[in-house]
């Protein structure tokens, strides 16, 4: 069965730091490409970064760029997010996501959710002001 489970979410200051984990098993995922997307109250769900399988590249929504950085440790089968600067508005929960093996994405489609085919449960990240 495959599973995404993140962690390392919680309650931080404005200006603070939080590294987010997503772990993944029952598969590997070494050929996925790899999200982060997040939910605040009352909206939809957003993109927030990936990193791709094929070439290592990063994008990033442009409302966290310079403040967040995704990773992977395909070894570990694992995806980080680390969130520096954090803002009240960047509360949300926030999910880890896993695109089809071997995949081939456009900049447009990396960035919504039907891209994806496995997803975790989520992390709350809360930021106080």
């Known amino acids: 069965q495959v599973q995404l489970v993140e962690s390392g979410g919680g309650l931080v200051q404005a200006g603070g730091s939080l590294r987010l984990s997503c772990a993944a098993s029952?598969?590997?995922?070494?050929?996925?490409?790899m999200g982060w997307f997040r939910q605040a109250p009352g909206k939809e769900r957003e993109f927030v970064a990936v990193i791709t399988w094929s070439s290592g590249n990063t994008y990033s929504a442009d409302s966290v760029k310079g403040r967040f950085t995704i990773s992977r440790d395909n070894a570990k089968n694992s995806v980080y997010l680390q969130m520096n600067s954090l803002k009240p508005e960047d509360t949300a929960v926030y999910y880890c996501a896993a695109g089809r093996a071997r995949a081939r994405f456009t900049l447009a489609t990396i960035r919504i959710m039907q891209y994806y085919d496995y997803w975790g449960q989520g992390t709350q990240v809360t930021v106080s002001s």
């Open positions: 029952g598969r590997t995922f070494t050929n996925s490409d």
